[in-house]
């Protein structure tokens, strides 16, 4: 869905962004077709949570930790979609349909606020991802199982994306948010593929 999302213009550069998103004509299903994107992968951490839990000590305890931030992850996301894919695409048609340079002016500092809110939904969501990755990578990493670097991969993704939380609350969708974003998001396609792929060949029955 990223792949069709409009984003040539620098999405700090409201005024550029705003220009470019107002022509999109598919801008809310690439936004539901995100949120559903990330529902799968929230899905596949929960199933992994769950055998994860039944382990003794701290590594089950993390488990059920990480079950739960997974879910507020869906939800965090669920309201940024929204904001990002329904409210602020109507303040941008309005705002590049105004007939007058204050009805302009006025509809573009609405934009902006929204988008500021999109702002800081997507902190919050990449804080709950960092806990949800931290602790159920830490939870792989100290248990019992033979792919324990998978979860160290998994830990270190989290503490990725913690740290750019912070960056995105204190700069918004800059470059400086990416270089920490973008590392972590790889070592976490790698977490789950991998625990997806170990959970898939532990419920297959040997021959």
């Known amino acids: 869905m990223s792949f069709l999302h409009p984003s040539k213009a620098d999405p700090n550069d409201s005024a550029a962004a705003f220009a470019e998103y107002a022509g999109s004509s598919d801008w809310a299903y690439v936004h539901i077709g ?42 965090v996301f669920a309201v940024q979609m929204a904001v990002d894919g329904v409210a602020l695409k109507g303040a941008i048609d309005t705002w590049s349909r105004a007939s007058t340079a204050a009805e302009r002016a006025t509809a573009f500092q609405v934009a902006e606020g929204i988008r500021w809110v999109e702002k800081s939904l997507s902190s919050f969501f990449h804080l709950v991802n960092g806990l949800t990755l931290l602790s159920l990578g830490l939870s792989v990493a100290l248990g019992r199982g033979r792919r324990r670097w998978l979860g160290w991969v998994g830990a270190v993704s989290g503490v990725g994306f913690l740290a750019g939380s912070l960056v995105v609350a204190r700069t918004g969708f800059s470059a400086e948010a990416n270089r920490l974003l973008l590392p972590s998001l790889l070592l976490s396609a790698i977490f789950v593929l991998g625990s997806a792929v170990a959970m898939w060949r532990r419920s297959v029955p040997s021959g």
């Open 34 to 75: 995100q949120f559903l994107g990330t529902l799968l992968v929230v899905i596949t951490l929960v199933a992994l949570s769950r055998p994860l839990s039944r382990q003794p000590g701290l590594a089950g305890a993390l488990a059920t930790v990480g079950a739960v931030t997974a879910v507020l992850v869906a939800a």
